[in-house]
């Protein structure tokens, strides 16, 4: 998956450009850049802006459109109308991919990001871009430019800004007491609101790398509140341990490996799964959910999963929801059994049941074991640990680890298939090899 960021560069790389690709690279993702401006800044002053001339402008986008088949764009720093004109004119050569549109205007230390001469030509051609645009408080009321808005609710802020162009509005960090909350506005005029503990943080960066967030989540399919949810998880995570490499402000986390790695590892298994040739025929009724364990768990709590489910949409998959331990319950629980048993195998996937697939994996050497749903005692039935007790039992008397476990279903219960690996990428040579069977 490629991702562009048309913004400004910042020599620090706590902002700009520069966090941008930090952020696609922490989601295991590729990132490309054009650069509109270069800033010179550091942790404690912001010096000067330069934009780039209209024909460099042009000319970077051009090398990349040419050449890379974008998946998702963010706009973070535009600076002057004639960047604006560029920027609209080109991105109407590009296919239908989600474009979050991040409105800065002030950098933390003080230098100018958007001139207000530009002001209107980006709320005229800037905006309307927009799959989602991702201001805080201050940016929306500026482009709003009503001083009627000025002490209404975030809904309401979030409201007027979305009837100005955009699909789907995220108001970040909107302070009431001693909480802080996003507002979400998605395409349906829906109002969300995602509260959480509020972040303490100066550290330069954060809004940068929650734009870039939600990009990534809405690039992997997820509709605009789930991955609002990931980018905050996402700026939480790195904001609590900043790097501090100047004299000035902490710089948000550079670290790529995501904490314990898993979520990264997670993300980009589920990506390459999205891009299999002919997965959502795989995709059962009751959908499908790709897990990753903690080494030795103990509850679906240590296991991270989707916190929707991998849905069938046509011939194509969407990941609804976003990545969190104890975001599922039944491949987890699955995963859980098997882990007890032999806790090297961490990953997991369901997918639909077929019998002339089982019958040919197993004779190409993997190991697959098969419950009867049909014999389970009613007691679990009624506890809902049913795969539990199948998967459980399934693995108590064999002496090595199992690549499949399936049951043929009980009545009004739908047959299924799990594979298991040891880590994500294991579970996905398992789901390729399955296709192959599949269409033959
Ligand atoms: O964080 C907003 C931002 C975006 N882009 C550039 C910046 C800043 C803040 O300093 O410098 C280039």
């Not at 000319?59 to 963010?74: P, T």
């Not at 927009?130 to 000025?150: F, K, M, S």
């Not at 090297?344 to 997918?351: E, F, H, I, T």
Request: proline share 4%; hydrophobic share 40%.
């Amino acid at each position: 998956m490629n991702l562009l960021s048309i913004g400004g560069s910042d020599p620090s790389s706590g902002a700009g450009i520069q966090a941008d690709i930090k952020t696609f690279s922490a989601h295991h993702i590729y990132g490309l850049t054009v650069v509109t401006a270069v800033t010179s800044q550091n942790t404690s002053r912001f010096l000067d802006a330069s934009p780039v001339s209209a024909k460099t402008l042009r000319s970077q986008m051009n090398a990349v459109l040419s050449d890379f088949e974008i998946d998702g764009i963010k706009i973070g720093m535009v600076y002057a109308s004639q960047a604006i004109y560029v920027i609209s004119d080109m991105l109407s050569l590009v296919g239908d991919v989600p474009v979050v549109v991040d409105p800065v205007m002030r950098a933390t230390t003080g230098g100018i990001l958007l001139q207000d001469s530009a002001l209107d030509d980006y709320k005229r051609h800037i905006l309307p871009l927009a799959t989602a645009i991702t201001p805080n408080l201050q940016e929306a009321l500026a482009i709003i430019g009503d001083i009627r808005y000025e002490d209404a609710a975030a809904e309401e802020i979030a409201l007027k800004l979305q009837s100005m162009g955009p699909d789907s509005v995220v108001v970040t960090g909107i302070t009431s007491g001693t909480k802080t909350y996003d507002m979400v506005v998605d395409q349906n005029r829906t109002p969300h609101t995602l509260s959480g503990p509020t972040i303490h943080s100066t550290s330069h960066g954060g809004g940068c790398a929650f734009s870039a967030a939600l990009l990534c989540a809405l690039a992997r399919g997820s509709d605009v509140t789930g991955a609002a949810w990931s980018a905050r998880e996402f700026v939480a995570s790195r904001l609590k341990e900043p790097t501090a490499t100047g004299f000035g402000i902490g710089i948000i986390s550079a670290d790529v490996t995501d904490g314990d790695g898993l979520r990264a590892d997670l993300a980009d298994a589920i990506d390459r799964f999205a891009g299999i040739h002919g997965i959502a025929e795989c995709i059962p009724e009751c959908q499908t959910n790709f897990v990753y364990s903690r080494p030795s768990p103990k509850t679906i709590n240590d296991v991270l999963g989707v916190s929707g489910r991998i849905v069938r949409v046509g011939s194509s998959i969407l990941t609804a929801g976003s990545l969190e331990y104890g975001g599922s319950k039944h491949v987890a629980t699955a995963l859980l059994a098997v882990s007890r048993r032999f806790p090297q195998v961490r990953s997991a996937v369901n997918l639909r049941y077929a019998h002339t697939t089982i019958s040919k994996m197993s004779t190409s050497g993997l190991n697959v074991l098969k419950y009867d749903r049909s014999l389970e005692p009613e007691g679990t039935k009624t506890g809902g640990s049913s795969i539990l007790w199948g998967v459980s039992g399934c693995v108590q008397n064999v002496a090595s680890a199992p690549d499949v476990v399936f049951h043929t279903g009980d009545h009004g219960k739908e047959p299924m298939t799990i594979l298991f690996g040891e880590t994500p990428h294991d579970v996905l040579s398992k789901v390729r090899l399955m296709l192959r069977h599949y269409y033959r």
